[in-house]
């Protein structure tokens, strides 16, 4: 989310035909000069938290999907291990100062003829917000639940927030394809729907996708070298050479984002926030992957069930012990 003014100061967002200067701001009468908001005229919905008042209601916003494709000199079976693996590692990366990833629930499930692995987490949020929500929103509403059914090569991510309830959601949903990314509309939608559709494909070797705070150059796909696999530096045109390396493998993982936020004046601005938040994460995340592949080509299913048993109990001490750190929102 790009920063924003709060409803004061010379900043007036205009409402419809309204004004933030029909909202005004007093003084709590306590000792503590906490500011609440007056609403004056204004027919809409507020929900009411630490004696501050925002509006939620009238959204005209239907939410935004988005499909991401990312292209791969990968399997389709070594990237299952590979992603678990990442996933473990960047977690530990984005986790310190009381935010980060906790970790619920891991196990089996099976449900409707659907096998595969549930996972329940916490990410505590605080700096990686921008500050606009922070200066809205109640310390609770910065923590998001996400829940995951692996059922590989199909995943499915659904992100949620209990402040929130019904007026927020992320859904993401995967498949992992032994192909180019040249297939259209693997998710099935009706016709209808995936002409609005925005397709954005994710280059892990274009330095130009790469936010500059993000930048490391041991994490760039264009420096590295497996030493285990011989694959990489990925180069310019690594991607028409791709289909013709014969002892390179290669998959598609084709990503489906479905983004729900109602919060009336701000729905916009944080739906286009968190679908660039959304493409940044991708983009990071499999250069990394690609980029620790020496760690983790080596390893099967076991490894990584025991390897994720010992990273949610780092996760829990980092949480108390580490400094912040990671990824921190990008403001406009």
Known sequence: MAAAGALAGNDRPECGNRTAADVVLQPR????REWVVMERRFDVPFVQHSGQKVATGRSRSKGLR???????????????VGQLYSVAEASKNET????????LKN???EKEGEKGQ??????????KVPSFVRMLA???????????????????????????KDNFLIKIETWHKPDMGHLE??????????KKVDVVYIDIADRTQVEPKDYKPEEDPCRY?????????????????????????HMCAYKLVTVKFKWWGLQNKVENFIQKQEKRLFTNFHRQLFCWIDKWIELNMEDIRRMEEETRKELDEMRVKDPVKGMVAIED
Request: glycine letters at 8%; aromatic letters at 10%; charged letters at 25%.
């Open 185 to 194: 509309n693997v998710h099935g939608l009706d016709a209808e729907t995936w």
């Open 96 to 103: 310190g100062g009381g935010e980060g990833v906790e970790v």
């Open 29 to 32: 009468r306590t000792p503590k």
């Open 225 to 249: 070298k497996s030493v285990k696999t011989g694959r990489g530096p990925l180069g310019p045109d690594w991607k028409k050479e791709l289909p013709n390396k014969k002892d390179c493998p």
């Open 138 to 164: 109640p310390a609770s509403a910065l923590n998001i639940h996400e829940k995951a059914w692996n059922a590989y090569p199909y995943c499915r991510t659904v992100i949620t927030n209990e402040y929130m």
């Open 66 to 80: 988005w499909t991401g494709r990312v292209l791969l000199p990968i399997s389709v079976e070594e990237y299952q």
């Open 107 to 109: 196990e089996p499930y």
């Open 118 to 127: 549930y996972t329940h987490k916490i990410y505590h949020l605080q700096s």
